[in-house]
């Protein structure tokens, strides 16, 4: 389980400084990559998020292995994955990619991506606009500029909440048991999930198996939990039990 590092009761004070030139609100990938981006402009730049950097999983944990090592976070991959296999009701097939993807540890990317940045950065829970910025469970922050990258919620949309399952997002589940293969497979089949796929991602001893919906009313607890049964896995430790925007 991951251990909370989050600040609590008195540690929890109004912040000091409350004023930026940026203010970028979400500390996950693309937060991390607006302060990456400017880094070295000038800017007094604050970034913020409710957990510290890394701290909760929101995002997938694969990517591309060029782009890992074009962003200098290379240090996070846990597994090279060259081959990819597919599976369907009808059969399956493995191909060399033309690329390799890689596992990566969520936190330690995140670590290596803040250190790129040169962003103040606070651990605080956005809770709304302002006329001049937005409001926190610390105080009030101001800035020119406000960058939302909350995620799905909409937390600083304007008007009325666009949730589910009205809004159009998908939901995933994924669980990271212990074991291990050789290559990122995905399944593709309508009895284990009508409108989505099922997927395997080995990470260096840890097996990441997940179910992604594109309709936000199935749930994809239960077919997740039968593919890792169909892996001889047990549906432990699950990460990214939420939505996804599309």
């Known amino acids: 389980m991951t251990r909370r590092a989050t600040l609590r009761g008195a540690e929890r004070a109004p912040l000091a400084q409350?004023?930026?030139?940026?203010?970028?609100?979400?500390?996950?990938?693309?937060?991390?990559?607006?302060?990456?981006?400017?880094?070295?402009?000038?800017?007094?730049?604050?970034?913020?998020?409710r957990y510290e950097i890394g701290e909760r999983a929101t995002s997938a944990c694969a990517a591309p292995l060029p782009w890992l090592?074009?962003?200098?976070?290379?240090?996070a991959v846990r597994q090279e994955l060259p081959w990819m296999g597919?599976?369907?009701p009808h059969g399956s097939v493995r191909y060399r990619l033309p690329w390799s993807w890689a596992a990566f540890d969520y936190a330690e990317l995140c670590r290596l991506l803040f250190e790129q940045c040169d962003p103040r950065f606070e651990i605080a829970t956005v809770t709304g606009r302002t006329?001049?910025?937005?409001?926190?469970?610390?105080?009030?922050l101001s800035a020119p500029m406000v960058v939302d990258a909350l995620g799905w919620r909409r937390v600083l949309a304007r008007g009325s909440a666009y949730q589910p399952p009205d809004a159009p997002l998908s939901r995933?589940?994924?669980?990271?048991?212990?074991?291990g293969s050789e290559d990122l497979d995905v399944w593709i089949e309508r009895s284990l999930v009508r409108h989505g796929y099922g997927w395997s991602v080995p990470a260096g001893g840890e097996q990441r198996v997940g179910v992604g919906s594109y309709e936000p009313r199935h749930h994809v607890r239960e077919p997740t939990v039968s593919l890792a049964e169909r892996l001889d896995r047990p549906a432990v430790r699950s990460r990214c039990g939420n939505q996804l925007p599309w």
């Open 18 to 49: 409350t004023s930026a030139d940026v203010l970028v609100c979400g500390a996950s990938f693309a937060g991390l990559a607006v302060a990456r981006e400017l880094a070295g402009s000038g800017a007094d730049v604050l970034l913020v998020d």
């Open 69 to 75: 090592e074009a962003m200098g976070v290379s240090g």
């Open 86 to 88: 597919f599976h369907t």
């Open 131 to 140: 006329p001049d910025g937005v409001l926190t469970d610390r105080g009030e």
């Open 172 to 179: 995933g589940l994924e669980v990271h048991p212990e074991g």
